[in-house]
């Protein structure tokens, strides 16, 4: 069932803009790729740090 | 085409910096990462756990939409009658232009709706009196006189809105041992023995609930509650879950196209009414875009022109002065 399994089994959010439709959960998924893609493409790699000394 | 001098440069043997990178070792932490998310993730947010929609819990809570919808099975109007290959020969199925998909692969899986919904069912069971000699009358009879009594109770069911109170008793000979029927059918769902009856008609190891889809799809118990959860194609529900739980995020432009005009027409409409095989094909045809995308000439060089990889490896980049 999981720690925060009654929680999750709620009635989900949706969010509306005309004909676009979206939970709240699957809008924070996208989010968090979109955030990890642009972490990856603006982190340096640990070696470039290594290399810098 | 590539210039000259692009297929020169690609021809030629690297000659800049090198590094060692293990990828096996990458992808061991890569695996091992995932499976403790994995195992965090589930430890915490468990699984959906919406209750199981059975054909007991849909004759008790809507008895009446039951009954209707066991009419329009043993009448053969049903949607599932009615939908074509893979499970009958009932329509063309769904087109893209002059191309009938299913139709093209045969009926590969038959669904006899009166058969396999009431007929066969009701003969498994220890029956009422009653009901046993309905269905002894039903199985004796012509297929037209079964025809012609089932379509004239859908008809005055339907009229009635489903309440069979609304029925003139006095037509009631017009529709033979149909009533008692699926009143037996309702009983036996009431009773839950619908539910193994219809999953134990097929192979010893049953993992094929094609027939109960079918018969509950075709009812509103089934499809309201697909409404509730958001699960329906006009809302997204191909990228939804029950509850909380995240759906099918990648799942969004295959949903996209049912939004929009004219797959969003419904039945009204051409497109509408055969969305599912024409986005089918849009996205076939954008998959094999991405698939073949070294091959498209200006695709191809996206890259070049938008140069995200700069960014990634913008250290090197600087280094090397390029």
């Known amino acids: ?53 | 085409m590539s210039s000259p001098r692009i297929q020169d440069l690609e021809s030629q043997p690297w000659a800049g910096r090198t590094r060692r990178y293990d990828i096996i070792k990458e992808g061991t932490i890569a695996l091992l990462v995932v499976t403790l998310l994995t195992i965090a993730a589930s430890m915490f947010f468990g699984s959906p756990d919406e209750k199981q929609l059975t054909f007991k819990s849909w004759a008790v809570t809507a008895p009446a939409d039951f009954y209707q919808t066991a009419a329009h099975e043993i009448a053969g109007s049903s949607e599932s009658a009615g939908y074509g290959a893979p499970y009958n020969s009932a329509s063309d199925g769904v087109n893209v232009g002059p191309l009938h998909l299913a139709k093209i692969f045969g009926v590969s899986h038959p669904v006899n709706s009166v058969n396999d919904f009431v007929v066969t069912p009701l003969s498994t069971q220890v029956n009422t009196p009653e009901v046993s000699a309905a269905l002894k009358t039903w199985n004796v009879s012509d297929l037209k006189m079964q025809q012609g009594w089932a379509s004239k109770y859908d008809d005055a069911l339907t009229k009635a809105n489903g309440d069979q109170a609304k029925i003139p008793a006095g037509a009631l000979a017009d529709f033979g041992p149909v009533p008692a029927m699926i009143g037996g059918l309702l009983t036996m769902a009431q009773s839950g023995s619908l539910d193994a009856v219809l999953l134990s008609q097929g192979n010893y190891f049953q993992f094929d609930n094609t027939k109960q889809t079918l018969f509950m799809g075709d009812g509103n118990y089934f499809n309201d509650q697909s409404t509730a959860s958001h699960l329906q194609g006009d809302t997204w529900g191909m990228m939804n879950e029950t509850g909380r739980y995240p759906g099918q995020a990648w799942l969004w432009l295959y949903s996209f196209w049912y939004q929009i005009p004219p797959f969003n027409n419904g039945d009204q409409h051409p497109f509408g009414a055969n969305a599912d095989a024409y986005i089918m094909v849009i996205m076939g045809l954008l998959s094999a875009g991405l698939v073949f995308m070294p091959f498209i000439p200006g695709i191809r060089s996206l890259p070049r022109r938008i140069p995200i990889h700069r960014l990634i490896w913008k250290q090197y980049y600087k280094q090397e002065n390029l």
Request: proline fraction near 4%; hydrophobic fraction near 55%; aromatic fraction near 16%.
């Open chain 1, 1 to 53: 069932m999981g720690i925060f399994g009654h929680f999750m089994n709620f009635k989900a959010v949706y969010l509306h803009w005309g004909w676009l439709q979206i939970s709240v959960t699957n809008l924070l998924i996208i989010l968090s790729m979109v955030a990890i893609f642009l972490l990856a493409l603006t982190l340096p790699f640990p070696q470039d740090k290594e290399n810098q000394k």
